[in-house]
């Protein structure tokens, strides 16, 4: 509740202007009011703030290091409520949807789309905001949110690169993580395309890549300079056990049964610690003579997989992009694996 200050009667008129003391005649701010021109408003005061704000963006471009090509150009990404970015010199960002604070720690911020400099508190959204000469300030998303952000800035929390993983999803922090850590990509930059089906070229390279951040720490593959683009993936995988054999055509699009074949020879079985009670033929549409049965009961086990809302596996439908991302995460986080009971 702001504060109220009573002015005693003997000082009110002499605080009142000549002609006034029946009532305030002048509106606030305007060219009668005693108290401040509404010239110097709109004339001076105005223009001193853009100047201002000219300058420090004047100070901030010029400070901005040069553009680094590792580097990927702004683009929109997804961040889960909690998420932040630290804005430093020369980092610019903008508030696509969502809510966030901006938390202005040293230094200056100008919202470049007006012209004005920025103060800590709320951020507008389709605003731009520049960090100028040695500022250090942070964005904190109260909600899940869409934003750009080019230049010298760090992000932390979940988030995704892509304009079609929103936090809204389900399979948003598999996409996120799975992303962060080097395993998965998207169709383009900005696009994962989670109901697209998964190819048997695709299913090798990320098993590969699975294998190698389990056993070295990192991700190190690359595509092929030569045709195919997955021989790299490939050799590796043969290599490493994870395929023994050639597919006639690497290119169709994988079945669920299929996917679990490959993933299967990722890790050892002591990589496969058993959380959940499945009983034998307790899966409906996999039973201990099905293809691929000892392979499905395993993961299920081991809270990799859960099925449909019916623990149906649908081992010969197409697995999706979304779906892979959550096994991605299931086998390389064990902490993420899930729950499941099939007496």
Request: with cysteine; charged share 20%; proline share 5%.
């Amino acid at each position: 509740m702001k504060k109220r200050y009573l002015i005693p009667a003997a000082f009110a008129a002499v605080l009142l202007p000549a002609g006034a003391a029946a009532g305030f005649a002048a509106t606030a701010g305007s060219a009668e009011d005693p108290l401040i021109s509404l010239a110097y408003i709109t004339d001076i005061y105005t223009e001193s703030v853009r100047a201002k704000a000219k300058e420090a963006i004047d100070d901030a471009v010029k400070s901005m290091p040069a553009a680094d090509p590792a580097q990927p150009a702004a683009s929109l990404r997804s961040i889960a409520a909690g998420g932040s970015v630290t804005m430093r010199t020369g980092g610019t960002m903008t508030l696509i949807s969502g809510s966030a604070d901006i938390s202005i720690k040293s230094g200056a911020v100008v919202n470049v789309t007006v012209g004005y400099e920025a103060v800590t508190g709320k951020l507008m959204q389709f605003h731009r905001y520049l960090a100028c000469e040695d500022t250090s300030a942070t964005v904190t998303f109260n909600t899940a949110s869409v934003f750009s952000v080019e230049g010298n800035a760090d992000i932390e929390g979940l988030v995704s690169p892509f304009a079609d993983i929103t936090p809204d999803r389900w399979f948003f922090g598999d996409v996120a993580a799975a992303t962060k850590k080097g395993l998965i990509n998207g169709k383009t930059a900005t696009i994962y395309e989670p109901y697209g089906n998964l190819t048997v070229a695709e299913a090798i390279k990320l098993a590969a890549c699975l294998h190698q951040l389990h056993s070295e720490g990192s991700v190190t593959l690359r595509n092929s300079d030569v045709a195919p683009w997955y021989k790299t993936y490939a050799d590796y995988a043969s290599e490493h056990g994870i395929i023994s054999e050639e597919y006639a055509d690497p290119a169709v699009s994988i079945t669920r049964a299929e996917f679990v074949r490959i993933f299967f020879n990722v890790y050892p079985a002591s990589g496969y610690a058993e959380i959940n009670r499945v009983a034998d033929n307790a899966v409906p549409d996999v039973k201990d003579d099905s293809p691929r049965s000892r392979e499905i009961y395993v993961f299920y086990r081991a809270g990799i997989l859960t099925g449909d809302e019916t623990n149906r596996f649908n081992p010969e439908a197409l697995i999706m992009r979304s779906e892979v991302a959550a096994v991605l995460t299931r086998m390389y986080d064990p902490g993420a694996r899930v729950s499941v009971s099939l007496p």
